[in-house]
C-alpha cells in the first residue's frame, strides 16, 4: 500500500461524513465519500436516506469534471454489482478518478474484493486499509449484519451511585441529568430499533421515542418482549403505534405455558386482534430466545438494536452472548430502599469487552466497552 500522508485525514473526514446518515439508510449502509484534487476536496456526500443513491455517485456529480485525475475517498469497498442502481465502481471509472482509498473492504459477497479488482481492471489505483479500525466502527451495524445475519447490538444502563437501574413500583425514574439524556436520544436516532421488556413497558410507560428538536422523525422501532400479550392498550407506545412503529415479539403459536399464564388462546388471539387493529404489529418468535429473535430481525433489514430495559432483559442479551457494545451511565444520585439492582456495573464487564472511552456529561460519566467485530 501506498498512503499519502494526507491519506488518514481526508480518510478521517469521510468516516465522520458517514455517521450522519447512520440509521436512515434501509439495509444500506451509510457510507462517506470524498473527491479530492490537488489536495482540495471537490465532492463529498454520505449515502442518501433510504439508502439511493449511494455517496459515491453523489460526490461524483458534485465533482463534475474536476473528478477526472482525482483520488476517491471511500469509507467501504464501491459496489460492483448492478442493483436497483448501476455499480458505483463503474461511475468511479467513468468519470476518470486516478486512485481510490478504501477504509473497509465489503463483506457482502455481491462486492467483496470484486469492486477492487474491478477498478484496478480499469488501471486505477487503490489502496485499502485506511483507518480500518475506525471505519469498521462506523459501519459495524451493516457489518454485524452481514456476517454474524443479524443486528449490533448495543446495551445502555444508567446505574446510579448505589448500584441501581431504578426502584420498585415507581415508574421511570431520572438517573441521569439532561446531558447525558440528550446523548442518549441522538443514540436513539442513529439505530434502526430499541427494544425493553414488557416489565419495563408497563412500569415505565415509556415512549421510546427521538424527542430532541430536530430529530423526532429519526425515531427508531419499537420493541416490546411480550409472551403473554400484556402491553396495555392504554400505553403510550400503542397509543403511537401509527405514529412510529411498534413490534410486540410473543410467544410462538401453541408454546404459551401455565408460567406464562395460561391463558386461552381465545383470549390471545383477542389481545392480538385489538393490538392489530391500534397499528401494533405481532410477531410470533420466542422473546427470551435472542438466538432467534436477532435473525428474525435482521430479516426486515434491521441492522442496529439498541437494549434499554430493564434488567431482566439485559441478562437476557448479556447470558446469551449477543451484546457488542456496552453503554454505562454512571450517576451520583443515590436511589435507595426499594431499588433495582444493576445487572451489570465497571467492575464485572464481561470478558471479551474492551473499554474504548470515558465521556462526562455533566455530573454523569460515560464508559463505553466494545466486542471486537
Not at 405455558?257 to 410477531?283: C, K, W
Request: with cysteine.
Amino acid at each position: 500500500m501506498s498512503f499519502t500522508p494526507h491519506d488518514e485525514r481526508f480518510m478521517a473526514a469521510a468516516i465522520r461524513l458517514s455517521r450522519w446518515h447512520l440509521g436512515r439508510t434501509a439495509t444500506n449502509p451509510s457510507v462517506g465519500c470524498l473527491i479530492v484534487k490537488d489536495g482540495v476536496i471537490v465532492g463529498r456526500a454520505v449515502t442518501a436516506l433510504g439508502g439511493r443513491p449511494h455517496a459515491e455517485t453523489q460526490a461524483l456529480s458534485e465533482a463534475g469534471a474536476l473528478a477526472r485525475g482525482a483520488t476517491a475517498y471511500v469509507t467501504l469497498e464501491p459496489c460492483s454489482h448492478h442493483g436497483k442502481t448501476p455499480p458505483c465502481a463503474e461511475a468511479l471509472i467513468a468519470y476518470g478518478v486516478a486512485r481510490i482509498v478504501i477504509s473497509v473492504t465489503d463483506p457482502d459477497p455481491r462486492v467483496s474484493g470484486r469492486g477492487i479488482a474491478r477498478l484496478r481492471e480499469a488501471s486505477i489505483e487503490v489502496d485499502a486499509g485506511v483507518l480500518e479500525a475506525e471505519g469498521r466502527q462506523s459501519l459495524a451495524a451493516y457489518l454485524t449484519r452481514q456476517t454474524k445475519n443479524r443486528p449490533y447490538v448495543t446495551l445502555k444502563l444508567a446505574v446510579s451511585a448505589d448500584g441501581m437501574i431504578g426502584r420498585q413500583g415507581a415508574g421511570q425514574v431520572a438517573i441521569t441529568g439532561p446531558e447525558a439524556r440528550a446523548q442518549v436520544q441522538a443514540l436513539r436516532a442513529e439505530t434502526d430499533a430499541i427494544l425493553v421488556g414488557i416489565g419495563t413497558a408497563i412500569a415505565d410507560d415509556p415512549l421510546l421515542t427521538v424527542r430532541s428538536p430536530g430529530l423526532e422523525s429519526q425515531s427508531p422501532i419499537r420493541i416490546v418482549l411480550d409472551p403473554s400479550l400484556a402491553l396495555p392498550l392504554t400505553s403510550r407506545l400503542v397509543g403511537t403505534a401509527r405514529e412510529v412503529p411498534v413490534i410486540v415479539v410473543t410467544s410462538e403459536e401453541g408454546s404459551l405455558s401455565q408460567a406464562e399464564g395460561d391463558i386461552a388462546s381465545t383470549e390471545m388471539e383477542s389481545r392480538r386482534a385489538a393490538l392489530e387493529a391500534a397499528g401494533v404489529e405481532v410477531v410470533h418468535c420466542n422473546p427470551y430466545h435472542p438466538e432467534v429473535l436477532l435473525p428474525a430481525l435482521a430479516t426486515r433489514g434491521i441492522s442496529s438494536l439498541l437494549v434499554e430495559g430493564g434488567a431482566k432483559t439485559a441478562r437476557l442479551f448479556l447470558e446469551a452472548g449477543l451484546v457488542d457494545r456496552i453503554q454505562l451511565y454512571q450517576a451520583p444520585v443515590m436511589i435507595g430502599e426499594g431499588g433495582i439492582e444493576s445487572p451489570l456495573d465497571a467492575t464485572d464487564i464481561p470478558s471479551g469487552f474492551a473499554h474504548t472511552g470515558t465521556l462526562m456529561f455533566g455530573g454523569d460519566r460515560l464508559d463505553e466497552y466494545e466486542r471486537g467485530l
